[in-house]
């Protein structure tokens, strides 16, 4: 395609590169979490956990599968936002160290963490991932797949996941 890339071409790579990333941290994710089973962590909010596998595995899927219908290019100003925002998603993760998790897990004694970008942002992390439900598809045109996927999230986010987390970090002041 004369004049840029092509978005339909490089929506492969996109979510190639994606689910990459997303393997990786899951085994940072089974490591810490296995170090915080054996330290005595509580998980909260089990039940809703299966809903964000469906909802990012639907996102990443509709990002494929619309932007490989788009005639357009690649929209680098979206692109560059996805990739601004991995910097921090690795500052959280570094500063969670290893009670950084998918899931919910409260280690007895570990102690709230507050630094890094804690002390900006409640939920740094979450920052991250709307930004990237948003800027990924758009990257390559799948505009429907963006909104929809960043409604949910926020749905999900909002309703039920940090108000789970809210709760399991209130348990944890209250118990100390």
């Known amino acids: 395609m004369r004049g840029g890339v092509a978005a339909r071409r490089f929506a492969p790579y996109l979510i190639a590169a994606l689910v990459s990333q997303r393997l990786l941290e899951l085994r ?5 979490e296995a170090w915080a089973r054996s330290q005595g962590a509580h998980e909260y909010g089990r039940a809703h956990y299966p ?4 909802l990012h595995s639907g996102w990443l899927l509709g990002t494929l599968t619309e ?3 788009r005639p ?3 929209r680098w100003g979206w692109l560059a936002l996805l990739l601004l925002a991995q910097p ?3 500052w959280v993760i570094r500063t969670l160290g290893r009670q950084w998790n998918t899931r919910i897990l409260i280690v007895p004694g570990a102690g709230r963490i507050a630094g890094g970008p804690f002390r900006y942002l409640s939920h740094p992390n979450y920052a991250v991932v ?3 439900m948003i ?3 758009l990257t390559v045109g799948a505009w429907r797949t963006a909104l ?9 986010l909002r309703l039920i996941r940090i108000p789970a987390e809210e709760r399991a970090l209130a348990a944890y002041e209250k118990g100390r």
């Open 67 to 69: 932007g490989r219908r």
């Open 148 to 156: 929809l996927g960043s409604l949910l999230n926020a749905a999900l």
């Open 130 to 132: 709307a930004l990237e």
């Open 51 to 54: 809903l964000f596998f469906v």
């Open 88 to 90: 921090l998603r690795y």
């Open 72 to 74: 357009g290019r690649v």
């Open 135 to 137: 800027s990924a598809p």
């Open 28 to 32: 940072v994710a089974r490591r810490n």
